[in-house]
């Protein structure tokens, strides 16, 4: 679905239709500064084709414009460069990507979503700096990467607290069982990561080498944004590993506690049972029996040897 | 096995005898666009020495090519191109590799499979594209090894697969060994590793600087496919060793409720063994004993107390 | 809030008023050698931007600057350097970081702090080095960030000392439960990583590229500082991983203790009650029961076997 | 000691006396083409040191090759090359390395064998293949070194075996105790990486630079099986590490099932103990025990609950 | 304090004076092949800036100098380089290190030890190589540096003495607590590195870039010592993490062994009592107890009943 294609004169925006020949002729009518966006959301093969032939777009690209399983990269055409990168939105500890493939040519940008959150917010950005930028696709393209990665960082951020969540889980005096979802964190940080990386060398190249010289320093801007995340991921990914080895330590001291007080529970009622065992034997010579208060002071020393071993136990800790 | 020796002119196949003079022939017969496609299975050392001589094959690459223990790589010869490449398959928690050692000569192609699938729908792709390729091997090349490498993300996506069913065996409340599995999901992705890895640095370096300009595309494309299928083993490592400390966890957890369970029901039943021991004492003045009214009284006792403690335990968790 | 504004004139300060105005008129009556330092603390975007006019800053440097969510890192823009570091501060097991953002132009300093502590003792230190470096910013800029390195490895050492704690806490004899404080500082060590680490690299490369020749063995000087806070960063890691498995390891030992102690306990209860339970057993024909001395006989053979089993136990170490 | 001294001219052999005399005359009458191979095991230093002279050995490379402590490695002298290398072999879950120096001038050959195997089976490999190579010392030293690498790959294919037995000891049903085998098995491969890797990188820029262009081919040849014995030996360190790890969880699995039946056998037998206890007591109006058929209900009460309680646990899996 | 200071002459030694007046005259008068060596021990500020201004030291290096708490380092100054290293000590699970600082000029060599053994042994070693090498101060400087480095292998092969030491223990069936002296060695192995590892890189430069062309092959000598010490060092690392890792596997086989024990001494003793209990019962019509052979039939009955429990246990490994 064809959702925008505009021409922007030295900034300022003129919608055109989106058939193949009035782009044929948009393209055409182009000045030096012009240039033309396009926006196509879950493209059809069709849709995609009739665009690809006036805007003279590699085959293969088109293709792995159209797949929507790329890796993020960047790769350099003869004609255009072509970029695939990915929105990354996180709820309920799950993180979900969606596709956007990026077609930067000399005159024109053409992005490619596949599903996921609109760029209409990118587009607004773009016009608003297209004036103080050099006016041409870079400086389209630099609004809607940047709006991209933005978002990677809020995203770290929000996998951050849910980190923190845990180890609060992990640390409380609470019993918990938290490995579920600290495999699960470690599971979404895994594809948030797969998500980042890969994009972060293209990206320094891009900005270090390809980008024209007055667009360097903002997309080193997303370059240093992308290593951000990128720190962000792997400390996550740190604090994960470490919080799943101090949640096995925090068990390990559960089961200690409850061993110990196996014990001492077992020792408190093993000496009533041993004692009374004593006195139900039935030796004929046994003359507690036949004391008056034999019963009560048996009784007595029972309950003074419960309570002497308890109050030992709750000193040391054992209950 | 000779499976197929083939003459492509312009795009157009001509099947052709492959006996040596044959092979001399077709090869001297060879326009500037034309080229010769050979292929063999399972090759005897004479059937592959009868081929070496005509296309000058370097003797180590030929002794490569019938070891079929070869790393994967991709070496240039003064007159050549070899390139070891393992076709990957993945069934019930196993992998298996086969190899295919292929020779890319300036006017031939020349694959020799050891065992594994056939590469005839490679062939067909291959025939079907040639018209739009530079006319050479190149392409020819192209067809085979993509065919492959496509297959390295469906294994990898099996492999994914299998990891998520252990994640749910783990994580599921039912008590489960899972070690054994996980383990041998990691051998597995070990050799799935060693079939890939090796091949990332020599093809990218292929698509980048040896292959020729307009194929270059084609061979990043490739390049593209082992860094996912790549990330994915990568990923999939990660997950297998964190899915080994969490069943850790798990497993800690588990002896921890049973440990409580043991404390509980070892308290629960000592309760009415030292009640009892206390009146099977054989004092002559133990004045509950001839109460009407004690042994209903004792066992109403015994009863509350030990429903006192159920509950208790019940309320905390620990039974 | 402009802290201080002032113009060395050859290793001389002339304090300056801080408006526009004020600015340019100095800027354009320094001399070759002469320079301008500004200061600022939580700036305001207006301050900023008042300052931004007349050295020709960056738009998005002074968009960084005024963030305070920077990546460390160096960058060169057309007419300055830009710079953002982090003061480190630590105590109570907690690492406070404050971000410095520093613009080095030809003829001007401009340092905006974040919070944190005041940089006043490396404007001092900088005055009384001036008349032996280069009289320049570089000289400058170099105190201001050497103060802030130096720091690092007073942190390094604090922190190494408190892992020295946890150590001595994870094996002295009494019990403790430290994965909590382990796994505290495991995370300030990664927060403190995160402001060390991404400046190694550039600061680095300026020392041995960008900076003024004779300069160099200075910032040389920094970066060999930054490579020591790094290497106890990454010795602090280690140890603490280590601390933690070590830990576990100390917990296993204990509970093997308490398991063995809860087995000898059982035992030497177990055999009173299995004795006595014998003669409280109610057969007719008893022969021990109507012998005079039965009963001591049988508390001395009881008293007899606890003692032997205990002493047994006690030599083995189980108790 | 002095093993062999042949001249070689045209790929013809023909031993020499190996006195110093005899080894300058030897050197004076070598053609372009001829060459000296030289044989020595287990050294003395006059033996070499009388050697050194004619061939213009370089001191610090004579000293190495008496130590027998190199690390292996390839460096290049001004006169000659030196080369350190172990041979390896494995029998008994114990890695053996006996070291080889060599000495590759541009008209001799000269091995220094520390203990070990013989390396007469390459110098017959060498004699054999002298023909078809550029006739020259090059030759002699593909062929000691391929016989010694190739046998690296034996030696890994026998570790492999040996931790598939190990694999099989730890997810056997039966009980065993792996950790020292596994740990054995892991030191060993330490040492085996430690004769192996320091080869890899001085191997492979010799294949690619430093050997002369004919040979090349066949040292990128060891090359390659350097880097399979090396990826060899990463994964059986992995697959060790990963046995050691599902150890521990087998070593978990088994203590939660003895605590489960602990659990169990304690229940079955409180039962008949507090039943009993109960009816042990001594009250005055305990009607049940007046009952004819009091004590054999009782009896079978208790038989009934334990068999109950026995068939629950039996079905849950705890017995 | 100065220890020693002398020029040397064609490898003569000639005692001079220590004052700067002296010094001055010293170099002044020294000819192109002749050098002055000067050895300090424990400096103060004094000493040192008495000597650096004759030898025209950077004050930079003076300062590392005199703090001795250096990252071990060579730098290039203008007029000298500069060459930070520690001598490395053994003892009683204890590493200790000094602080060797050194520069090297055109015609001298200075070196500023801070405590630690005498480089006394070093000055001897090169006053006796002095004649074989190129007659200059870079000779002095390899024997100290190759008297310092050697030592670092004979401190790895005591770690490694000690490491066996600790594995024999862990693997013994005595049970010991080795997780501290495991700790304690990967703490000092952690010490070693940082003084071994920061300097391999830049001695490899040394070695092949910055050395004179003769003197190549010694440091060459050196860089390949410091990488077996490394390695030595890599592979005790990891020898201690798997130590402690069958450490933990160990003491879960204890554990299992323990819990078996605790499960048969419970059953076996479990037996009488459950039976005598029910011979302790009060019920009226109990047959058994009246008859004549009924005390000793159930006594007979318990111990056989125990005796099998015991064997049984006793086959399968429990008790």
Same mark, same amino acid.
């Given at each position: 679905?064809?959702?925008?294609?505009?021409?922007?004169?030295?900034?300022?925006?003129?919608?055109? @239709?989106?058939?193949?020949?009035?782009?044929?002729? =948009?393209?055409?009518?182009?000045?030096?500064?012009?240039? +033309?966006? &396009?926006?196509?959301? !879950?493209?059809?093969?069709? /849709?995609?084709?009739?665009?690809?032939?006036?805007?003279?777009?590699?085959?293969?690209?088109?293709?792995?414009?159209?797949?929507?399983? %790329?890796? @993020?990269? &960047?790769? *350099? $055409?003869?004609?255009?460069?072509?970029?695939?990168?990915?929105?990354?939105?996180?709820?309920?500890?799950?993180?979900?990507?969606?596709?956007?493939?990026?077609?930067?040519?000399?005159? $024109? +940008?053409? #992005?490619?979503?596949?599903?996921?959150?609109?760029?209409?917010?990118?587009?607004?950005?773009? /016009?608003?700096?297209?004036?103080?930028?050099?006016?041409?696709?870079?400086?389209?393209?630099?609004?809607?990467?940047?709006?991209?990665?933005?978002?990677?960082?809020?995203?770290?951020? /929000?996998?951050?607290?849910?980190? %923190?969540?845990?180890?609060?889980?992990?640390?409380?005096? %609470?019993?918990?069982?938290?490995?579920?979802?600290?495999?699960?964190?470690?599971?979404?940080?895994?594809?948030?990561?797969?998500?980042?990386?890969?994009?972060?060398?293209?990206?320094?190249?891009?900005? #270090?080498?390809?980008?024209?010289?007055?667009?360097?320093? $903002?997309?080193?801007?997303?370059?240093?944004?992308?290593?951000?995340?990128?720190?962000?991921?792997?400390?996550?990914?740190?604090?994960?590993? !470490?919080?799943? !080895?101090?949640?096995?330590?925090?068990?390990?001291? %559960?089961? !200690?506690?409850?061993?110990?007080?196996?014990?001492?529970?077992?020792?408190?009622? =093993?000496?009533?049972?041993?004692?009374?065992?004593?006195?139900?034997?039935?030796?004929?010579?046994? @003359?507690?029996?036949?004391? #008056?208060?034999? $019963?009560?002071?048996?009784?007595?020393? &029972?309950?003074?040897?419960? +309570?002497?071993?308890?109050?030992?136990? *709750?000193?040391?800790?054992? +209950?």
């Amino acid at each position: 679905m064809i959702i925008d294609c505009a021409v922007y004169r030295d900034g300022v925006r003129e919608t055109t @239709p989106d058939d193949s020949a009035a782009l044929d002729a =948009a393209l055409a009518g182009l000045g030096t500064d012009d240039f +033309l966006w &396009i926006g196509i959301a !879950n493209p059809t093969s069709d /849709e995609l084709h009739r665009i690809a032939g006036p805007l003279s777009l590699h085959p293969l690209a088109v293709e792995d414009a159209l797949e929507a399983h %790329q890796r @993020p990269k &960047i790769e *350099k $055409y003869e004609d255009h460069t072509f970029m695939s990168i990915r929105t990354v939105s996180y709820s309920d500890d799950d993180i979900t990507t969606h596709e956007v493939n990026i077609f930067l040519g000399p005159n $024109y +940008l053409l #992005t490619v979503r596949h599903g996921g959150p609109e760029l209409h917010g990118a587009r607004k950005a773009a /016009e608003s700096m297209i004036e103080h930028l050099s006016h041409g696709p870079t400086a389209a393209l630099y609004a809607v990467v940047d709006s991209i990665v933005d978002h990677y960082e809020d995203v770290a951020t /929000e996998l951050e607290t849910d980190v %923190q969540e845990v180890e609060s889980s992990v640390f409380s005096a %609470q019993r918990s069982n938290d490995s579920t979802r600290i495999y699960r964190l470690k599971r979404e940080t895994l594809e948030f990561r797969r998500a980042v990386m890969p994009l972060r060398e293209p990206v320094h190249r891009f900005a #270090t080498v390809s980008a024209p010289e007055r667009a360097r320093p $903002y997309f080193r801007d997303i370059s240093d944004h992308l290593s951000r995340a990128a720190e962000s991921i792997d400390s996550i990914d740190h604090l994960l590993d !470490n919080a799943l !080895n101090a949640h096995l330590a925090q068990l390990s001291v %559960q089961q !200690n506690e409850d061993m110990r007080k196996l014990t001492a529970g077992a020792t408190i009622f =093993a000496v009533p049972t041993a004692i009374a065992g004593v006195y139900g034997m039935n030796f004929e010579h046994m @003359p507690e029996l036949s004391w #008056t208060y034999g $019963y009560p002071a048996c009784l007595a020393v &029972i309950g003074a040897l419960c +309570l002497y071993i308890y109050s030992r136990f *709750k000193r040391s800790g054992w +209950l």
